[in-house]
């Protein structure tokens, strides 16, 4: 069913403020903690990659949620934004990884499965938003869940990021 007003800004508030603060909480943390070991993942492709992907992502997160919260917008406009910043973080996702493999980066780190999780969050959020573009509510429910699980990826990411780290310290 298509309506004029899908998107009821007051009905999605709560999940962006959460979400977009958690966002960039999650950034802070993995930039500092990247800035203590910078060494360590300035000489490692695999960690260097990854923790530009890491960084990418949150801040996607992040931007996504704070968009969304500017006042005055329908269902196009948070469609829209939702569809440049995902397929922005998706290009710098994929990127990342192949620069990673083609500079020799750690087979064991760099996952398939990982890579293919990662897309996949992405892929649903830039359908989602364009279905919301379209002017169907459900494309916010799927562009959400994909923007969800992706967090819980990243989250992933950055702790693998660090453990790699650590390895590699421990190794010096």
């Given at each position: 069913m298509i309506a004029t007003?899908?998107?009821?800004?007051?009905?999605?508030?709560?999940?962006?403020?959460?979400?977009?603060g958690g966002a960039a909480a999650l950034a802070g943390l993995v930039f500092v903690a990247m800035s203590i070991n910078?060494?360590?993942v300035a000489q490692n492709a695999t960690h260097r990659y990854r923790a530009i992907n890491m960084l990418t992502g949150f801040t996607a997160a992040f931007m996504i949620c704070a968009l969304a919260l500017m006042g005055g917008q329908g269902h196009q406009a948070v469609g829209t934004e939702w569809l440049v910043v995902a397929t922005a973080a998706a290009v710098i996702y994929v990127h990342n990884y192949v620069q990673a493999a083609k500079q020799g980066?750690?087979?064991?780190?760099?996952?398939?499965?990982?890579?293919?999780?990662g897309v996949t969050c992405y892929v649903a959020e830039i359908v989602g938003a364009v279905v919301l573009i379209l002017g169907y509510v459900a494309g916010l429910y799927v562009a959400a869940v994909g923007l969800i699980i992706s967090l819980?990826?990243?989250?992933?990411?950055?702790?693998l990021l660090l453990v790699a780290v650590n390895e590699d310290r421990s190794l010096q």
């Open positions: 007003d899908i998107y009821k800004p007051a009905e999605w508030h709560d999940f962006f403020l959460v979400t977009g910078l060494d360590v980066g750690s087979k064991t780190a760099l996952r398939p499965d990982r890579l293919a999780g819980a990826l990243l989250i992933s990411g950055a702790w």
